[in-house]
């Protein structure tokens, strides 16, 4: 029996393990279920060991399969050091420099300001993912991430960008009586969805009363906008979305318990590197995104 593993054995086993289940491990490698089944089988064969108990809702690590899991996490990390140090000593602005950002950020700040950016460095490429999801720069899913935080991981750098405000916005259509001092819990509401990770608004609705009435739930602020317009119900929406919308009003101030802070953030492994410096210098300027 072979018991030896090579990197994409480790790799197979800690993607089920991060994703939790084989049809998210396959989404996030951009294969097939039945490709990674055969795969996660082919690599307990190979150690002669069971390393994922199979449960309806989802994969479940034995023991085994935590002591696989450490020692991946551990290749990966040294592999991904080495990366990050190597590519810390390219010395030209050119390549791709992988940005993780919100969906809302993007679609009203970020786009217009790429153009420009590309005018200026059009040998680098920006490869833009969106999620609402924290990025792991250390796993170098991303290089840079430009994300709300309230405080971020102490193993990353970069700087505070600003403050993104938050208000209630309505579409006009929608009687919400008065707009200065409106009564929380007589709303429709749009709300996060349960996945989006928003704390801060989740915890805001509930306080205020407002969980009760939602009518819709969404998993991104870009989704709950589009409700909001649809003139079924209101939401909390950054300001720097909602405010440039015509169609929307705002009702009431700027709500404080929401307001964070947007973070330019990398890994000090690479902040310089040139194309990454280019990037943070570019967009870190002070006004370019709020």
Same mark, same amino acid.
């Given at each position: 029996?072979?018991?030896?593993?090579?990197?994409?054995?480790?790799?197979?086993?800690? @993607? &089920?393990?991060?994703?939790?289940?084989?049809?998210?491990? =396959?989404?996030? =490698?951009?294969?097939?279920?039945? /490709?990674?089944?055969?795969?996660?089988? $082919?690599? #307990?064969?190979?150690?002669?060991?069971?390393?994922?108990? @199979?449960? @309806?809702?989802?994969?479940?690590?034995?023991?085994?399969?935590?002591?696989?899991?450490?020692?991946?996490?551990?290749?990966?990390?040294?592999?991904?050091?080495?990366?990050?140090?190597?590519?810390?000593?390219?010395?030209?602005?050119?390549?791709?420099?992988?940005?993780? /950002?919100?969906?809302?950020?993007?679609?009203?700040?970020?786009?217009?300001? &790429?153009?420009?950016?590309?005018?200026?460095?059009?040998?680098?490429?920006?490869?833009?993912?969106?999620?609402? #999801?924290?990025?792991?720069?250390?796993?170098? #899913?991303?290089?840079? $991430? &430009?994300?709300?935080?309230?405080?971020?991981?102490?193993?990353?750098?970069?700087?505070?960008?600003?403050? &993104?405000?938050?208000?209630?916005?309505?579409?006009?259509?929608?009687?919400?009586?008065?707009?200065?001092?409106?009564?929380?819990?007589?709303?429709?509401?749009?709300?996060?969805?349960?996945?989006?990770?928003?704390?801060?608004?989740?915890?805001?609705?509930?306080?205020?009363?407002?969980?009760?009435?939602?009518?819709?739930?969404?998993?991104?602020? $870009?989704?709950?906008?589009?409700?909001?317009?649809?003139?079924?119900?209101? $939401?909390?929406?950054?300001?720097?979305?909602?405010?440039?919308?015509?169609?929307?009003?705002?009702?009431?101030?700027?709500?404080?318990?929401?307001?964070?802070?947007?973070?330019?953030?990398?890994?000090?492994?690479?902040?310089? /590197?040139?194309?990454?410096?280019?990037?943070?210098?570019?967009?870190?300027? @002070?006004?370019?995104?709020?």
């Amino acid at each position: 029996m072979n018991y030896k593993l090579d990197w994409s054995d480790y790799e197979i086993v800690l @993607r &089920i393990a991060e994703a939790g289940s084989l049809s998210k491990a =396959a989404h996030v =490698a951009g294969s097939s279920h039945p /490709t990674m089944f055969r795969k996660i089988n $082919a690599v #307990e064969k190979k150690l002669g060991v069971r390393l994922f108990d @199979r449960f @309806r809702t989802g994969y479940r690590m034995t023991v085994a399969g935590e002591e696989v899991v450490s020692a991946a996490r551990r290749i990966a990390e040294i592999a991904n050091e080495a990366e990050r140090r190597v590519s810390g000593r390219d010395l030209r602005p050119s390549g791709v420099v992988r940005i993780a /950002t919100t969906d809302s950020l993007h679609a009203a700040l970020l786009a217009p300001e &790429i153009a420009r950016f590309r005018m200026l460095q059009p040998d680098i490429i920006l490869d833009v993912a969106l999620s609402n #999801e924290i990025s792991d720069l250390a796993l170098r #899913e991303a290089d840079i $991430a &430009i994300r709300p935080a309230s405080r971020p991981a102490d193993h990353l750098v970069g700087r505070k960008l600003g403050t &993104i405000r938050q208000a209630v916005y309505a579409h006009p259509s929608l009687d919400v009586g008065n707009r200065h001092r409106p009564s929380w819990e007589s709303l429709p509401w749009v709300g996060p969805g349960s996945s989006m990770g928003y704390e801060q608004l989740h915890a805001w609705m509930s306080s205020a009363g407002c969980d009760d009435g939602c009518v819709c739930r969404v998993d991104s602020v $870009a989704g709950m906008h589009a409700v909001v317009r649809s003139g079924i119900g209101v $939401a909390v929406l950054p300001c720097y979305l909602a405010d440039a919308d015509t169609d929307l009003v705002r009702l009431g101030d700027p709500i404080e318990d929401v307001a964070v802070d947007l973070w330019l953030l990398t890994h000090p492994d690479l902040r310089d /590197t040139a194309r990454i410096r280019a990037v943070l210098d570019h967009f870190g300027q @002070r006004g370019t995104l709020l």
